[in-house]
């Protein structure tokens, strides 16, 4: 499949220029493209001819295992909510009352196995908040 047409005839690179660099210098280029959002070296060259801006992607490790529990978490309400869809589901379909007052109670039970998760969710959430706030 061939290339798209460049809509401005400006922004087309028609002129290649070849440089040579030291070993040193190519290692702070290669650098700079791994920890930034530049796809080559050769893109990071021409930010940095043009006096673009550069941006960088940092990872912060320390949140590794707030964003594991986070996903935890979220997986375990996600079951839950399917669970009270399904016992809603039951209580609407049954016939008697004594099978709806089943479907009831079951339901108010999968409620309240909810609210420690949402309290953890929330403890975490605040914990993330202040981070965020003295930085």
Known sequence: MPRKKATERDAVLTHNIVIRVTEETFKKLEKIKKESDCKSIAQVVRNILADRHIKYIVKDMSMNGTMEELAMIRKEIKAIGININQQTHRFHISQSDAERSFHFRKTAEIYRSIDP??????????????KWLQG
């Open 117 to 130: 998760k949402i309290d953890d969710l929330l403890q975490i959430v605040s914990k993330l908040a202040e």
